[in-house]
């Protein structure tokens, strides 16, 4: 181990298979959806610039978080509207600061996916954003590129990309430059697509965890492939291994703290379980939390759930700053 609503389950599908259309062209019986999707590049470590090898090769842009129009103002703290580069391109997305002078703990924010026609700067974030902010934790939750009001260097954009964890790893390089923020590593949740994101950048900066994760999709391509019925073939064998973040889970900043509705329809519950285990055999500290009567959302018990991953950043973030 390395030291330092409703219709959601169609959406989903409906965007990959999307994809894999409009990339590879029909049938998708016998293409390859990660030989376009997973960009592959014999020159890039992995065989991909979005290979875990090649994400752990590269550098990310440790630049200016730029503030501007109030979003939401609170006793406790304020959101406003914020801005970053990641690859020349201009994210936009909600950075939350509390009311005084700091230092405060960071922890990033990752929304699950969206369309991107419908959907709207800070969606997916805001519950966490408002439990942790009032407790005095800096939140920043990315839009991705191609979301909300993000600059795009493609023409297609279903808001499902790996593209996505680079914009998520240049946001944690510039927010080491907030001038309120705490020193030491910082924290990352995620929810569904986000937690995969949020697995991923812990796995490539060692400054990124703990982390908390709610109804996380599979971290392994094979699995995405089988469950959501995705072309996958024996050519690109080698490079969904590399992109799978599953495979390098030893790399992960610990603790991990997981949670999961085992009604959910939308993932497969039993991706939870797998990370967990995988974790446990990295030696990663790890908890899981199962829910037996929630879905995806985890909307019936979400204030518990909440608060559970409030405390669990509560209790991380310090002893961690303390330690590291």
Request: proline share 6%.
């Amino acid at each position: 181990m390395r030291t330092r609503t409703p219709k959601i389950p169609i959406s989903r599908r409906q965007a990959l298979r999307t994809l894999a259309a409009c990339t590879i062209g029909p049938p998708l019986t016998g293409c390859d959806l990660w030989t376009t999707f997973g960009k592959p590049d014999e020159l890039s470590p992995g065989g991909s610039q979005l290979s875990i090898p090649a994400l752990l090769a590269r550098k990310y842009e440790s630049g200016e978080i730029r503030l501007h129009d109030v979003a939401i103002r609170r006793p406790t703290y304020t959101s406003y509207v914020m801005t970053y580069i990641s690859d020349e391109l201009r994210i936009t997305g909600v950075a939350s600061i509390p009311i005084g002078s700091g230092p405060f703990p960071i922890v990033i924010l990752n929304h699950g996916y969206a369309l991107p026609s419908r959907y709207k700067t800070g969606e997916g974030t805001r519950a966490m954003s408002e439990a942790l902010a009032s407790r005095g934790f800096i939140t920043l939750a990315s839009d991705y590129r191609g979301l909300g009001s993000s600059d795009d260097s493609s023409s297609l954009n279903l808001g499902i990309r790996l593209e996505f964890a680079i914009d998520v790893l240049n946001l944690a390089a510039a927010a080491r430059n907030i001038p309120e923020a705490q020193t030491g590593p910082i924290g990352i949740w995620g929810h569904s697509l986000g937690a995969e994101l949020a697995l991923r950048a812990a796995i490539v900066d060692e400054n990124v965890g703990p982390v908390a994760l709610w109804a996380p999709i599979s971290p392994w391509m094979d699995d995405l492939a089988a469950y959501y019925r995705l072309p996958a073939s024996d050519s690109s064998k080698n490079l969904r291994a590399t992109l799978s973040s599953g495979n390098y889970l030893g790399y992960a900043n610990g603790p991990i703290d997981i949670h999961q509705g085992e009604a959910d329809q939308v993932v497969n519950p039993g991706w939870a379980k797998k990370i967990h285990h995988a974790l446990l055999s990295e030696g990663i500290q790890t908890t899981l939390h199962l829910y037996p009567d929630q879905g995806h959302l985890l909307d019936f018990g979400s204030e518990n759930v909440i608060s559970e991953t409030t405390e669990f950043f509560t209790q991380t973030l310090q002893s961690a700053n303390t330690l590291r």
